[in-house]
């Protein structure tokens, strides 16, 4: 097998993984870009999707993958807090809260 062969189908395979990749973040947005915002001390739902969704494409089965931790810039809160700026148009959110409540659900599902 030659280099150019070698590396078109490497080129293939990336290019198809970032179109699937970009659908996702198309359809994600989407979804982010038409709920409400919430009342009071509640936590919006947008953050919580932003969480969620940053969350399953940090800690899916890809070859980019990393632990999700809480860690102010890691990547999970980093990624939470772009996807909800995407949503919400408000930049550098804080996304401790929604990161937090989702990490404690996840462990509780493991334990149980």
Known sequence: MSFVSTANEFMTTFTDLLDYEL????????RLSTMGK??????????????QEALKLIDGDYPWRQNPT???????????????????????HNMRRYCDKLHKARARLRTA
Do not use: C, I
């Open 70 to 92: 809480l860690s102010p810039k890691g990547p999970w809160m980093r990624l939470s807090s772009l996807l909800f700026e995407v949503a919400s148009g408000k930049r550098n």
């Open 38 to 51: 919430s009342k009071g001390r509640e936590l919006d739902p947008r953050g919580e999707v932003a969480a």
């Open 23 to 30: 659908k996702k973040a198309e359809s994600q947005h989407k």
